[in-house]
């Protein structure tokens, strides 16, 4: 069956079509240094981590992390295993690194694989650590903001959960007395099964810890493991994170992923009962016009019109027959009108469905997105066109005809940021209870940007570019027909910051007053939004505000 397939609604209101360009300010920036009396805890890559997932998941990592719920503080890992706060007082200076905890064991001496320590702040009174080593701890933090000199102290729970790994996101949540902590973790493990691709796997493990074993009302509660579930995939995903009280989960990744175990034990799922219908492949066939898409889908016979179940929406279709699973479900390649269209059965053995496309022209590449059951049926017309847009493919010149008013198109003269991932990357929100995905998009050519905290009583937002812009999006998935809102427009920084090769890091203000690209070594870019400044500068043509980008010069 296909999933069920949503769509990201742009706020118009957000996008600023008068928007010319940015220019540079001269402005200087407040900029401080501290010495460290040891270096940051860096996990150089060995040779048998060689594949580009690994150097997007912990070649990439970033060390420094800030604290969503105070935004003064920021927190790393050293070389002598040691956590330490950096607090940070804007036009005023930078404090001395503070140790908030230390490792009992040194996690460099460890014999075996080691990954970067990776630290979440899972709450304000509560962080969780891994040492690179496999072992996953929870800690007590107090409220940071007002106990930034109080070291922190193991929560009852430090326990060695297998393979490596890194922490991708965590946060709690109390109901009925019970503390629970949710935590993803990531590993890359070497997969025999995987000949024709890099040998390696991407898991996503989801563990819930909570107190709930305690003894009695006065003592205090110990923590433990209560649910492991596993998720598998083929490369590193873009975004993944829990939702609030765990009710699910969501991945965006350049290809699905899916669960495969419940507490070590397989993930097992009865197919849904498959009609039985003379030679199944193809289900259905379709033909479309600049108006319309005609659908035929085999029925098995003595269907009646009773037994059909159809449901039309203006991006998304659905045809079944009785209680079994349908024969269409998902999105559609384009919106449709749904009063315009109409459905009717052909000589018993057919339901044929007429979709009137909402804009006419543009044809369509296939009926349901990621549906791959059907055959497209192209009339004489279609083919002559096709023929005739292609004859230049077999002319025996390169280009005969170089005067001509649309020459063919030079591939070396498309830009960094006119070109779009390999692979069609999707978005996908899973259930916490049923393990099943319940929305998915296909990001298409949206490449996915960066992710960043904005609220720390939400999920954290993600960014992605449309067109040129970057458009943020906040996972809202109390809203059951709009879970991913858009909030916020950064003005053309999809286009600018393909230009940025040496790229490692890209992120953007709470309160989404400037987006940030920073270089591998020294530069960082701030791109500010349309908000008033010491100098403004304008555009002389138009007399109009212009927006300002200043370039951060690090010292490292």
Not at 81 to 100: I, Q, S, Y
Not at 222 to 231: A, D, E, F, S
Not at 333 to 362: C, H, M, N, T, Y
Not at 438 to 453: A, D, E, I
């Amino acid at each position: 069956m296909a999933l069920p397939n949503c769509s990201l609604k742009v706020n118009k209101e957000l996008l600023d079509t008068s928007f010319e360009s940015y220019r540079l300010s001269l402005d200087s920036i407040p900029t401080y240094n501290v010495e460290l009396d040891a270096a940051v805890a860096e996990v150089k890559l060995k040779d048998s981590q060689y594949t580009l997932d690994h150097v997007r998941a912990f070649g990439m990592y970033n060390y420094l992390h800030i604290d969503p719920w105070y935004e003064d503080s920021v927190y790393f890992v050293d070389s002598k295993g040691r956590v330490l706060n950096l607090t940070v007082t804007l036009d005023t200076a930078l404090g001395k690194p503070c140790e908030m905890f230390r490792f009992e064991s040194d996690p460099s001496s460890c014999e075996g694989e080691q990954l970067c320590a990776s630290l979440s702040l899972t709450s304000a009174t509560w962080a969780t650590l891994s040492d690179g080593t496999g072992k996953l701890t929870l800690l007590r933090t107090s409220k940071r903001g007002e106990s930034s000199h109080i070291k922190w102290e193991v929560g009852m729970f430090s326990e060695r959960l297998g393979e490596p790994f890194i922490i991708v996101h965590s946060l709690a949540h109390m109901l009925s007395n019970v503390h629970t902590i949710e935590v993803l973790l990531l590993r890359i493990q070497k997969d025999p099964s995987d000949t024709k691709g890099s040998g390696f796997s991407i898991s996503l493990e989801w563990i819930t810890v909570d107190n709930s074993a305690g003894q009695g009302e006065n003592e205090e509660r110990k923590y433990g493991v209560r649910k492991r579930r596993m998720m598998k995939g083929k490369t590193v995903p873009h975004y993944t994170a829990v939702e609030p009280l765990g009710k699910g989960i969501i991945v965006a990744s350049e290809k699905p992923f899916a669960f495969t175990e419940v507490d070590g034990l397989p993930l097992e799922e009865p197919p849904a009962e498959d009609m039985e219908v003379e030679n199944s492949d193809p289900i259905y066939f379709w033909q479309q016009t600049e108006e319309d898409v005609t659908v035929c889908v085999r029925l098995p016979e003595g269907t009646t019109k009773d037994d059909i179940r159809f449901k039309l929406a203006v991006d998304c279709l659905r045809v079944g027959v009785g209680d079994h699973a349908p024969l269409l479900d998902g999105q559609l390649f384009a919106p449709v009108d749904p009063e315009a269209s109409s459905w009717a059965i052909k000589d018993d053995k057919s339901l044929e469905v007429s979709l009137q496309k909402r804009s006419e022209g543009p044809l369509w590449s296939e009926v349901v997105l990621g549906d791959r059951r059907g055959e497209y049926l192209m009339s004489d017309e279609q083919k002559s066109q096709l023929q005739q847009r292609l004859s230049y493919l077999t002319a025996e010149d390169l280009n005969p005809n170089p005067e001509k008013d649309k020459p063919p198109c030079n591939a070396q003269e498309l830009e960094d940021c006119d070109m779009f991932p390999e692979d069609s990357s999707t978005l996908m929100r899973f259930d916490g209870a049923t393990l099943k995905p319940t929305h998915v998009v296909s990001l298409g050519s949206h490449q996915f940007l960066f992710s960043v905290n904005t609220d720390p009583s939400e999920m954290p937002a993600f960014c992605l570019r449309h067109d040129v812009d970057a458009l943020l999006w906040q996972p809202r998935p109390h809203q059951d027909n709009d879970i991913w809102e858009h909030i916020s427009t950064f003005n053309a920084l999809g286009y600018v910051q393909a230009s940025k090769r040496d790229k490692k890091f890209a992120t953007c203000a709470p309160n989404f007053s400037y987006a940030a690209l920073c270089e591998c070594l020294r530069r960082v870019f701030i791109y500010r939004q349309p908000t008033p400044v010491d100098t403004v500068l304008f555009n002389r043509k138009q007399d109009s505000p212009v927006f300002l980008l200043e370039e951060l010069t690090l010292l490292l």
